[in-house]
């Protein structure tokens, strides 16, 4: 059995972000496992700009911001395996790998869990009707079109606002699609305002809101969908239905974090972001096991996944080395108005960087950290909105002698 220092699972933004601070702490024997052909991870297909824009202070597109990052992993000889499958990692960080060496058994001294997330499928949210070809995830779209350079269809409905399905929405626009309608279930877009500009407004793509696809038509080939719009409790409403004649349908429904190896080491997870529970370090309930990225919560820029990433691989490293733990007697809890919260734990010696999702759009709140009824901090916002992350900060100052984090939104 081989051992290794460190072992990042994931060679994407956060994973490769996670490795590179390790080397930096000191740490020498990194091994980075990726299932795909390259690093890079999701970031290789995605062509359009806006990466890099909080740490580098400029827009780049997702290869450009990934290969800044694959040089410095080169170029610190960190030893990386691609088109392999990290199989099963036990509680003391027994890994087995399916890799183009061969089956491998390693033992890690710490890992760092940066394995991403899924699409939701149609089967996932159980559309009826037939089964024709025709019908992808937004991602799988963007992988045929960006990779493959293939186009999936003339004329096609995306079904979710999520920021993948809208920028895929005017990528199929220019590439001489027509895409008939963007529709939601919910009555407010859960993509990013700019990309709700950007992708549909400056290319009159109509954003339906409150509507849903209730059936799927077609024998080989999709050649329509019927759509409907729906109520106060997402009921489709039966006097709405329409068909929309088309010939591919993208689901851009929803993002799951991969997180099948963080269960099997038995990892506390939390039902709401569908991660691990988490401390300030990063670190998970199973000692030196780490999570970042969208493994732990799925992000809206990769630049959030790729802080986290760093902050993972620094006290992965410290733990490697030294076998430094992070304090978790202190919990956080999502209060009134909000979604999730992340950390769930933290120890109250050091600044805390909370990161949050509200659970419905509000204007003109404020968002309040309390410990029991104690006020810690208050933060006016114009716009909440469930589809941005709110990165919040609190000072070692604000949380020491508390016993306990709520976040709410102010009734």
């Known amino acids: 059995m081989m051992e290794k220092d460190l072992v990042v699972i994931g060679g994407g933004p956060a994973g490769l972000a996670a490795a590179l601070k390790a080397r930096e702490k000191g740490l020498k024997d990194i091994l980075i496992v990726e299932r795909g052909d390259h690093l890079g991870g999701i970031l290789n297909q995605c062509i359009h700009d806006g990466f890099g824009v909080e740490i580098f202070k400029q827009a780049l597109t997702g290869p450009e911001y990934a290969h800044r990052y694959i040089e410095e992993v080169n170029e610190g000889n960190i030893e990386c395996i691609t088109n392999a499958t990290v199989t099963e990692l036990s509680k003391d960080r027994i890994l087995k790998i ?81 895409v008939l309608a963007v529709l939601e279930l919910l009555p407010y877009s859960n993509g990013l305002k700019r990309n709700i500009v950007q992708c549909l407004e400056d290319y009159d793509i109509p954003l339906m809101l409150s509507h849903t696809v209730v059936e799927i038509k077609g024998a080989k080939r999709l050649a329509s969908v019927k759509i409907a719009r729906v109520d106060e409790n997402l009921k489709p409403i039966k006097a709405s239905e329409r068909m929309l004649k088309c010939d591919t349908l993208l689901l851009s429904v929803g993002l799951i974090p991969e997180n099948e190896l963080a269960e099997k080491a038995g990892v506390e997870m939390d039902e709401k972001t569908g991660g691990p529970c988490v401390n300030e370090f990063n670190e998970t309930s199973v000692e030196g096991i780490y999570a970042a990225g969208n493994a732990l919560q799925v992000h809206d820029l990769a630049d959030w996944a790729t802080l986290e990433g760093e902050n993972a691989g620094l006290h992965a490293a410290e733990y490697a080395i030294r076998g430094v733990r992070g304090n978790r007697k202190l919990k956080t809890a999502a209060g009134n108005g909000v979604r999730q919260l992340v950390p769930q734990y933290y120890s109250g010696k050091q600044d805390l960087l909370l990161t949050l999702r509200v659970s419905k759009p509000e204007k003109n709140k404020n968002l309040i950290i309390r410990d029991g009824d104690r006020m810690i901090k208050k933060t006016f916002h114009k716009e909440l909105i469930p589809s941005e992350m709110i990165r919040l900060k609190m000072t070692k100052e604000e949380i020491e002698n508390t016993g306990g984090l709520t976040a709410d939104v102010e009734a």
């Open 98 to 178: 399916v890799s183009p060496m061969g089956f491998l058994k390693i033992k890690a001294k710490a890992v760092v869990l940066t394995t991403g997330c899924r699409e939701r499928t149609r089967e996932m949210i159980k559309i009826p009707g037939t089964r024709p070809a025709g019908v992808y995830t937004a991602g799988c779209v963007q992988n045929l079109m960006n990779l493959g350079g293939r186009m999936p269809g003339k004329k096609v409905v995306i079904l979710g606002s999520g920021d993948i399905g809208l920028i895929m929405a005017r990528r199929l626009t220019l590439e001489g699609a027509q």
